[in-house]
């Protein structure tokens, strides 16, 4: 939900915030990278319990950003990248994209700097913006960066992802399509990665809601000691009561409701890992399919009957990619909507 949020009223605490749960759409193969993203966003007014009320709606908001690319002063000692984002809009002066860029101007990534130390930088200086402007950090907020690295002479293409933290400690980074491996080593997986509004386009990919298996183990485990026991904690606390023999403690009843919690999702959900088709994806191809899984998030938003509230996935699709020793390239805008134009009467279909 990316928001632009205003200064506080003296003395109540009231915003009115420009949001959005924007859909971002991430493609990588090894020879290009592919970002694509909404421009909707929706004023939502803040009181000082939290509850929001939405007021209306805006469209075309820039969420796609080139960075170390632009201005005159550029050389070939820069090294270009993707960003995006979702979740909060503004950190106090103008928005996100502004800050970013800003940042990028004053110390743009050097082509002897990797996409992960050049994110670490960003976080850092986005939440010292944040800290100064705001006293907090505004949440959620949720940045993707990419680009391409050059390691032992091989050229990589690499995805960070920023999440500031619940507690307000050290931002969350960390590298998406990418294992760790022995030694600093790192695996490399290619292919789509979606954050925002993706609950249409994880069906759609995987051919299930990813938060599913986290939401059964609530419902079969609780949430721990201090909340309402598990469905599984029930029926060992029953078999407790009723049954012969030395009774179970609570520990123990937990415990074992956590273990056969474990045991039924990995059951029910572990999927068998499938032949990786991705980093053979053409650039066209990985575009087609970017803008394809965006509709996928816009159709379940703005046509589902079931969908409560503002629609929080629309206006025009913003597209960029990177390709290896290449500037990043931004694509003309394209209007988010699925429309049958036309009626021809009798028609049989045949």
Request: glycine residues 10%; charged residues 20%.
């Amino acid at each position: 939900m990316a928001s632009i949020r205003s200064s506080e009223h003296r003395g109540i605490a009231q915003t009115h915030n420009w949001g959005t749960m924007t859909v971002n759409i991430a493609f990588k193969t090894p020879d290009a990278l592919v970002f694509a993203t909404d421009g909707l966003a929706t004023l939502m007014d803040v009181d000082g319990a939290g509850s929001e009320t939405f007021l209306s709606s805006m469209e075309n908001v820039e969420k796609l950003v080139l960075l170390s690319n632009d201005g005159p002063e550029r050389d070939d000692t820069w090294a270009p990248l993707l960003a995006m984002f979702n979740g909060v809009g503004s950190i106090g002066n103008g928005s996100v994209a502004t800050d970013l860029r800003t940042i990028d101007r004053q110390q743009p990534r050097l082509q002897a700097e990797t996409v992960a130390d050049y994110t670490k930088r960003i976080a850092l200086a986005l939440e010292e913006r944040a800290l100064s402007s705001l006293q907090t950090l505004p949440r959620p907020f949720h940045l993707i960066l990419a680009g391409f690295d050059t390691i032992s002479g091989t050229i990589r293409p690499s995805i960070y992802a920023v999440q500031w933290r619940i507690d307000g400690g050290d931002p969350m980074i960390y590298g998406v399509l990418e294992t760790p491996g022995v030694g600093g080593a790192v695996s490399h997986q290619y292919g789509a990665h979606y954050a925002g509004v993706t609950e249409a386009v994880a069906r759609f990919v995987e051919g299930y809601d990813p938060a599913l298996p986290e939401q059964l183990g609530v419902m079969l485990a609780g949430m721990g000691n201090d909340a309402p026991p598990g469905l599984l904690e029930q029926l060992a606390q029953d078999a407790r009561r009723i049954g012969g023999g030395a009774p179970l403690s609570n520990v123990d009843a937990a415990a074992l409701a956590q273990r056969y919690a474990y045991l039924i999702v990995r059951g029910l959900f572990d999927r068998p890992q499938t032949a990786e088709l991705s980093q053979h994806f053409s650039l066209q191809s990985a575009i087609d399919y970017c803008v394809f899984l965006a509709q996928c998030a816009y159709a379940r938003e703005t046509l589902s009957p079931t969908r409560k509230g503002p629609p929080r996935v629309g206006s025009t699709l913003q597209v960029a990619y990177v390709a290896a020793g290449e500037r990043p390239i931004k694509l003309a805008g394209i209007r988010l909507g699925l429309r049958v134009h036309g009626y021809l009467p009798g028609a049989t279909g045949t």
